[in-house]
Every structure is written in structure tokens, then in C-alpha cells.
């Protein structure tokens, strides 16, 4: 195989989420994982470990219930589930997310309502949201994109006035805040993911957190296959299936969860060395978040201008891969996700087209002119993987980077 890369440049690897080098797993989740199999119990349902995750999540963020569950899709699916849309019913959400906390909705058999983003934080608003409420609006998913906080106070308040409950997709925001509130605990439930790449991970994990005792009811139920464990006369009483995570995972989840605080600190220290070095380079723009807002950097994310660097945020990570073999995307998800064969064909259940044959024609519109801030958001960014065992060493060789491949770029 021929090298891309020039023969003097020297390559530093960066810690990577996919394996040990970046990854915070160590002796105190094998003690856990250890106990947990030599209990011989196995399921959340007997066991202690996914409780005492639980226990000890809801403590961390100040809700009064956190239930874990198998994925951050099967997170997101619980709340909707939760909320019980009538089939449908519209849910709002953003046009720039993971495709599983957009199937859950129409597993639900709701339609996906999906919403303009902020071209800078790519992250839906108040104002991106406020047109595309009416009376089908079951709910709003908000989704903390890349780890900086939505405008929660500006969200809710639209929401509260409406009456409509909001999900929080936190699955890339653990401790993130808004105005000193913890992402997923202002709204009605709170989603977060443990997938490998997430800022704590047991590899594939989701958590669910309320507020709300109906609302935590039914997400309990849900996870459980809505069997009504404990009741006097335990049922199952709707339709839900088998969410649980295994006391293997619990046990992993718990030793990561004491590591939180300390992963996210790191990431935002580092992420604010490399702002302050990357200032004032032609055509760039460092991430933005809002002054009281806390952003854990689950991604670092770059704007690239086109217009003085060429070929835009392709060409700059184009650039970085060849040079200095860092790994980057830009344009994050590639295109809106309204542009997946799902929703542009309509593909759901054998060739029913169900939900979406129930839609309005306006919920269906993927009319690019609809989605203004999507596509030039998605045209600038430049999605750097970020790491909490990134040193100094690390943060230099990328603004160096960055700053050579800008050098050659520009004009
Ligand atoms: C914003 C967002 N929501 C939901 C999910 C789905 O989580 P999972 O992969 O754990 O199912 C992910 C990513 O993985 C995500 O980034």
C-alpha cells in the first residue's frame, strides 16, 4: 500500500474512544464485573448492581428516579413510549441526530416532525421549534448536540406554554448544564447513552431519568416488558418490550459513573487550551456555547469558511488525515436525516408506510428551503473526535495541525 504520508512527518496517535487508549475502564470495573459474576446473578431483576446505578445516577444529577436500560435508542423509544402518543401524533425533533432517537418514533407509530438547527451549535431552538407546533404536537425531543447544552430556558418555556412535555436526548451531554441544570433533568425525561463512544461506556447502555411519578411508571414498566413486578396482581398491562440492562453492565456502568466528573473536567480543560490556540486563524471558528452554559465536549467541532479555506471543512480534514493522520468528519451525519431512505421512501412496516400514512403534508416536507440552518451547519463543521486522556502533547499537535493545513488552504 502506498503512504499518503510525506516521509519527515511525524505521526503522534492520538487516545481513541474505540479502544484502551482512550477509554477509562480499568481495575475498579473489573472488581465490579468480577462481583457481579461470581453473585451468579445475572438480571436487574434480582440483582443489586443496575439499582445501585440507578441510586447512584439519580443522586448525581438531582432527579428523583434514573431506570437503565439497553441503549440510548432504547432510552429514547422508553420516553416516547412513556408519553404514549396516539398514532399519528407529530413529536418534534431535530434534523441533525443519530438514527436511533429518530426510529423510536416511528416505532411508536407517531410521525417525526423534524425541526430547523441553529447553523452555529447545530442544536434546535425556541424559534426553529415554535412553527412546527399544532394540535398533533405530542412532544418535543431536544438533542444536546455534541455535548453543548440546548437554550433549555428559551425550549421550556415554549413548551410549558403549550402544554407539551420535552424529551432530552442526553446522549452526548452526561453533566452538561444550562444556567446550573444538569442536561435531561429540565425537561420530562432525560436520555442518556453508554454506547462505546459515549463519555462513559459498557458498551452498548442507556439510562432514562424523570421528575415525574406517572411518567416514571410507565418508563419502569416499559423497560420491563410492562410486567407490573411487585404490584399485588402483577400483569402485563400494555404493549413494551425487553429494555433491561444486565447486572454485567450495571456493574461496568457504576465504576464509570464514579469517573464521570473527573472525564468531563479533563475534556472541557483541554477543549479550552485548543479554542485559545486556534484564535484568529483565517476561516476558522472555534465551538461556541452560551456564557453560563457548561459544554463537555463530547466532540470538538470546528467552522470551516469556505470562502477562504478551500474546499471547506472536506478539505481541511482531508488535510489533517494526510499530514497528520488525524481522523476527523466533516459534515458530521453527512446529510439531514430526513434525506435517509427511512423517511424519504417511507420504509416502516412491510409496504404499509405506516405512520406516515397518517401524516400531514407539511410534516413531510423535507423542502430544503425548510431546513436553512441544517444544510449550512452540516456544510461548515468539522467533527473532532475528543478524549479525556488527550495531554498537552495531544492539544499541540493538533492546533499545529490545524494551523499548517489552514497555512496550505487559504487564500
Ligand atoms: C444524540 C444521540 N441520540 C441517541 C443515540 C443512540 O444511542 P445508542 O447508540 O446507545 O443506541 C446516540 C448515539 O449513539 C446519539 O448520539
Known sequence: MVSMMPPTQSILKLPSDQDASGRTLGAEEIAAVTEAILSGTLTSTKGTFVKALENRFAEMIGVKYAYACSSG???????????????????????????GALTPILYQGAIPRFV?????????????????????????????????????TEIMALANAHGIPVIEDTAQ??????????????????????????HITTGEGGIVVTNDDAIARRLFLYINKAFGYGDPKPDHYFIALNYRMSE???????????????????????????????????????????????????????RVDSNIIAEGAVGLAKKLKEEKGIFS??????????????????????????????????????????????????EQVLVLPWNEAYTDEHIQYIADAVKQAVAQLAH
Not at 442544536?123 to 421549534?129: K, L
Not at 399544532?134 to 412532544?139: F, I, L, Q, S, W
Open 73 to 99: 435508542s432504547a432510552a429514547v423509544h422508553t420516553a416516547i413510549a412513556a408519553i404514549d402518543p396516539e398514532p399519528g401524533d407529530e413529536i418534534i425533533t431535530t434534523s441533525i441526530t443519530d438514527m
Open 116 to 152: 430547523d438547527v441553529d447553523p452555529v451549535t447545530l442544536n434546535v431552538t425556541a424559534e426553529t421549534i415554535a412553527p412546527c407546533i399544532n394540535e398533533r404536537t405530542k412532544a418535543i425531543i431536544v438533542t444536546h448536540l455534541f455535548g453543548n447544552p440546548c437554550n433549555m
Open 173 to 198: 451531554a452526561f453533566l452538561a448544564q444550562h444556567q446550573g441544570q444538569f442536561a435531561g433533568t429540565m425537561g420530562t425525561v432525560g436520555c442518556f447513552s453508554l454506547q462505546q463512544g459515549k
Open 248 to 302: 454485567l453492565q450495571g456493574a461496568v456502568a457504576a465504576a464509570q459513573l464514579g469517573k464521570l466528573q473527573d472525564i468531563v473536567a479533563k475534556r472541557a480543560t483541554t477543549a479550552a487550551q485548543l479554542t485559545e490556540k486556534l484564535q484568529g486563524l483565517p476561516g476558522i471558528a472555534t465551538p461556541h456555547h452560551a456564557a453560563d452554559d457548561v459544554h463537555v465536549y463530547w466532540k470538538y467541532c470546528l
Open 329 to 378: 468528519a466533516p459534515r458530521y451525519i453527512q446529510k439531514p436525516a430526513f434525506q435517509c431512505e427511512i423517511f424519504e421512501k417511507q420504509r416502516t412496516f412491510g409496504n404499509s408506510r405506516f405512520p406516515f400514512t397518517l401524516a400531514k403534508a407539511e410534516a413531510v416536507d423535507y423542502g430544503r428551503d425548510r431546513f436553512p440552518g441544517t444544510f449550512s451547519g452540516l
